[in-house]
């Protein structure tokens, strides 16, 4: 039997690894955007065609290559920033694989121009498909200049499994930030169709942000800042009235270095409770900066990931950088100013980094202090003790008790009951003269009404999501919206990215009732809202629509109608008034039982319990 194992061809391993390496169109944005910024750049300039399927062009003026290194930066493993397994450990610079131009070479036409400063010329080289078509000498400005053209052209299957321009263009945006971000000393352009995007200057990092997010970030800027003997933190939080619903505005960099982090995340949001509404994520860009060898960034192949030596010690610092930020700024009240906040509850953690300082820390001592007070001390065991015998019952037995007396029939069988009692009351001869049998609005928000089993509590609010979810979704599959013009139209600018989501949804939002035109770069007039919309700020509505589609498409599945009716019903039902005349909260009763499904609202809570005559009895039953 002849042998059957064999080395692969160097152009089939460049495209094995440039399915790891090279993903989609933003996955090369990346790599070439990275190695601009290692280059010592002072501006770079990133051009589109056709969401980077057709052209990504990335132009430097950082030190440029010689003829050699040229060439080499195409081979597999190439690199000039390892020289041996201790440099893994120590890495400040950005791409060090050595695979990414060789990967994206063997899915593309790569066309590189380079010109060291020193150098009377530059060099110029062709690639497609991992095959040199032409090297030479050429004249080009200094710096480096990568064109990558039809990406995938020789993969079609690859191609194929690309998104649509403006869900590609999403995914370059969120690359383009990051780097940017990262490196606001640098200036950035962006060109897609030949239509400048972004052009950001060299500056501090507030200004960037307010350049790639929009002029409104400008009030809502906190700054945060915190620094130990090995650990530093610096950047900027935002207010907490400014959380949106998406995920996608929370930047953690780690020595410059973009990466996703749950665990330091839920730090960032533990220093927010109790500031911020159901599902409302803030904004923060923070940058951590620390000895290299403290930290593994080999964890995945995308370095979006890394391990901390003590992650524990990270969690603290920033959860406590955070809180000062916000007490220092008044959005949180510092209770004692005489203790460093940020290391009240966190000394036993950096304790091992530096023990001979605790000793010397006044601050240390007084927190110490807290020990001796024994007298506290017993009072408070004697709280812990009554709140454990208090807590007597098992979760699973409060959960039961919670529901003793509330109707525990199906979803169906509970709505057809409560349908055909209230038909009952409403057709009743004296229905009018039994105010027993009529709805009532307590607390703004829930409607209480008797019938027959007992009393139905009706959450008002979800009740009408449920509504207008179920009108909105026929109106956007019949494209059958109704518009109610506005009486001046109101302009809005947006963030690029979502822009580009207004323009791919542009039929869904105009078959909702909304009319809007395309109004100078990146904003929008709004000319008319869905005419059942009453008393609602145009603006905020429309942008809350936005964020709340995206936050569905970042935690859900679901197709686009179904999502921007969703989107709709949430955020208009969230701003209605709900009435108190007893005509329309009947009316809000019928409406919601005439729905196919009026049990639930689309997320799945529940729109209305009914609470049990024996319950009722129960609770005033002499013991």
């Known amino acids: 039997m002849s042998d059957i194992i064999h080395l692969l061809p160097d152009a089939i391993a460049n495209q094995i690894a440039a399915g790891e390496v090279v993903q989609r169109p933003a996955s090369v944005v990346k790599e070439l955007l990275e190695n601009s910024v290692d280059a010592d750049s002072k501006k770079i300039q990133l051009i589109l065609s056709e969401a980077g399927k057709n052209l990504i062009q990335v132009i430097d003026d950082g030190k440029g290559m010689?003829?050699?290194?040229?060439?080499?930066?195409?081979?597999?493993?190439?690199?000039?920033?390892?020289?041996?397994?201790?440099?893994?450990?120590?890495?400040?610079?950005?791409?060090?694989?050595?695979?990414?131009?060789?990967?994206?070479?063997?899915?593309?036409?790569?066309?590189?121009?380079?010109?060291?400063?020193?150098a009377e010329l530059g060099t110029s080289i062709l690639i497609e498909a991992s095959e040199i078509k032409s090297q030479g000498p050429d004249a080009v400005p200094q710096g480096t200049s990568i064109a990558v053209k039809n990406l995938f052209y020789n993969v079609p299957a690859r191609r194929n499994f690309l998104k649509s321009n403006p869900v590609e263009m999403r995914h370059i945006l969120d690359e383009f930030h990051r780097v940017a971000l990262a490196n606001p000393q640098i200036a950035f352009s962006l060109t897609q169709n030949d239509k400048e995007i972004y052009n950001a200057p060299a500056g501090k990092l507030s200004q960037r942000i307010v350049h790639l997010f929009g002029k409104n970030y400008q009030s809502q800027l906190i700054t945060c800042q915190e620094e130990t003997e090995w650990f530093k933190v610096s950047g900027y939080i935002g207010k907490p009235e400014h959380a949106k619903k998406t995920r996608g505005e929370q930047f953690?960099?780690?020595?410059n270095r973009f990466i996703?982090?749950?665990?330091?995340?839920?730090?960032?949001?533990?220093?927010?409770?109790?500031?911020?509404?159901?599902?409302?994520?803030?904004?923060?860009?923070?940058?951590?900066?620390?000895?290299?060898?403290?930290?593994?960034?080999?964890v995945h192949p995308t370095k979006t990931e890394i391990k901390f030596e003590d992650e524990r010690s990270v969690y603290g610092i920033i959860k406590s950088a955070v809180k000062q930020a916000l007490g220092t700024h008044n959005v949180t009240p510092s209770l004692d100013f005489d203790m460093d906040v940020n290391f009240e509850n966190f000394a036993v953690h950096t304790e091992r980094f530096n023990p001979q300082n605790h000793k010397k820390d006044s601050n240390y001592s007084s927190f110490k202090s807290l020990d001796k007070q024994e007298g506290k001390s017993v009072r408070w065991d004697n709280l812990y003790e009554s709140a454990i015998n208090e807590s007597s019952l098992s979760p699973a037995e409060i959960r039961q008790e919670?529901?003793?007396?509330?109707?525990?029939?199906?979803?169906?069988?509970?709505?057809?009951?409560?349908?055909?009692?209230?038909?009952?009351?409403?057709?009743?001869?004296?229905?009018?003269?039994?105010?027993?049998?009529?709805?009532?609005?307590?607390?703004?928000?829930?409607?209480?009404?008797?019938?027959?089993s007992g009393v139905m509590i009706l959450d008002?609010?979800?009740?009408?999501?449920?509504?207008?979810?179920?009108?909105?979704?026929?109106?956007?599959?019949?494209?059958?919206?109704?518009?109610?013009?506005?009486?001046?139209?109101?302009?809005?600018?947006?963030?690029?990215?979502?822009?580009?989501?207004?323009?791919?949804?542009?039929?869904?939002?105009?078959?909702?009732?909304?009319?809007?035109?395309?109004?100078?770069?990146?904003?929008?007039?709004?000319?008319?809202?869905?005419?059942?919309?009453?008393?609602?700020?145009?603006k905020e509505l429309f942008e809350g629509l936005i964020e709340q589609f995206k936050f569905n498409k970042s935690e859900l599945s679901l197709d686009k109608q179904e999502n921007i009716a969703r989107s709709m019903a949430k955020r208009a039902a969230s701003r209605s008034k709900i009435s108190k005349e007893t005509f329309e909260l009947n009316t809000l009763i019928d409406r919601l039982f005439a729905c196919n499904q009026p049990n639930y609202a689309p997320n799945g809570t529940p729109t209305f319990v009914i609470l049990g005559l024996e319950k009722i009895v129960e609770f005033f039953k002499y013991k």
């Open 252 to 255: 953690f960099f780690v020595n």
């Open 66 to 118: 010689s003829e050699t290194d040229a060439r080499m930066s195409f081979e597999r493993h190439a690199t000039s920033k390892i020289t041996n397994s201790d440099d893994l450990f120590n890495i400040r610079t950005m791409g060090f694989r050595g695979e990414a131009l060789a990967s994206i070479a063997a899915v593309a036409r790569v066309e590189l121009k380079s010109k060291r400063p020193e």
């Open 260 to 298: 996703k982090s749950g665990y330091l995340n839920h730090a960032v949001q533990g220093a927010f409770e109790g500031l911020l509404k159901d599902d409302c994520h803030p904004f923060y860009t923070l940058f951590i900066e620390m000895d290299p060898s403290k930290i593994d960034i080999n």
């Open 460 to 538: 008002a609010v979800i009740a009408h999501e449920r509504i207008l979810y179920e009108k909105y979704l026929g109106s956007v599959e019949n494209k059958a919206g109704v518009t109610q013009k506005s009486l001046f139209p109101v302009q809005l600018e947006l963030s690029p990215g979502d822009f580009s989501l207004v323009m791919e949804l542009e039929e869904e939002i105009a078959a909702l009732g909304f009319e809007f035109e395309v109004f100078g770069d990146k904003c929008i007039a709004i000319n008319g809202v869905p005419a059942d919309v009453h008393n609602i700020n145009e």
């Open 402 to 452: 919670e529901m003793a007396g509330f109707d525990q029939s199906t979803p169906d069988e509970q709505t057809e009951k409560v349908q055909i009692e209230i038909k009952s009351d409403l057709s009743s001869p004296n229905a009018e003269n039994k105010s027993t049998s009529q709805p009532v609005l307590m607390h703004e928000k829930y409607i209480m009404k008797q019938v027959k």
